[in-house]
């Protein structure tokens, strides 16, 4: 079954250290998304792509990095962690809807990242 | 940007009530209203989306209504049960398309 995966499912880091959080689609979706999760915060948009070679920043970008080399993954990089990037990442992928550039989001299971 | 407010932050009802989860958004170009539905220690799960075009949708005992005048939606869940209890999130997509735009939540508590 076509699904969307996340690893590591749990990371603890230490502060300034490079961290690179995978996220592997099998829906062969366009669009891919992460996301951070803070109690208090919701769900935050870090970066997405619509596609091979499109990134674009969301409204939380400082300190992360994408690139997109295929269509199946969007791995995020944390260039030097920080202690205020202790988080939930969710990555999520979707087909252009109606609207011409997103639709429906199928999340996968997230990563629990720690920075000490 | 899109701006989305959610309220309550917390709803406690008694099982074989409804409950009603209200969002707000700024953009009057946006376009696309899904809810999610989220377990401890899991993902967000899609339970129902709503489009600009349709005012009301349904499905089984959850329905969405959308005004686009007053730039509000809202989730209803009807003869609740214990498998209900969860957080809920709204989100819009706004007409920037610079993804989706989440609320903050709302856990819902149903007491037996």
């Known amino acids: 079954d076509a699904e969307i995966t996340q690893s590591p499912r749990h990371k603890i880091t230490e502060t300034g250290r490079q961290v690179t959080l995978a996220c592997h689609q099998t829906w062969n979706h366009n669009n891919m998304f992460w996301y951070r999760q803070d109690l208090g915060h919701g769900l935050r948009l870090i970066h997405y792509s619509y596609g091979v070679h499109d990134t674009n920043k969301g409204e939380v970008s400082d300190g992360y990095s994408v690139s997109r080399s295929n269509t199946e993954d969007l791995p995020l990089t944390l260039e030097s962690a920080a202690s205020s990037q202790t988080s939930v990442y969710f990555c999520?992928?979707?087909?252009?809807?109606?609207?011409?550039?997103?639709?429906?989001?199928?999340f996968g299971p997230g990563t629990r990242l720690t920075v000490l | 940007g899109e701006n989305v407010e959610q309220h309550p932050s917390t709803l406690s009802v008694q099982e074989g009530d409804s409950a009603v989860i209200k969002c707000t958004y700024s953009d009057s170009a946006s376009n696309y209203f899904p809810w999610y539905k989220q377990e401890l220690g899991k993902r967000p799960q899609l339970i129902i989306d709503?489009?600009?075009?349709?005012g009301e949708k349904k499905d089984q005992r959850i329905a969405v209504t959308l005004n686009k005048t007053a730039k509000h939606f809202s989730l209803h869940i009807t003869e609740t049960q214990p498998e209900d209890s969860a957080v809920y999130f709204c989100a819009a997509l706004g007409g920037g398309a610079d993804g989706l735009t989440f609320g903050k939540g709302t856990h819902l508590i149903i007491q037996p």
């Open positions: 709503i489009r600009s075009n349709v």
């Open positions: 999520a992928s979707s087909e252009p809807g109606l609207a011409g550039y997103t639709d429906t989001q199928y």
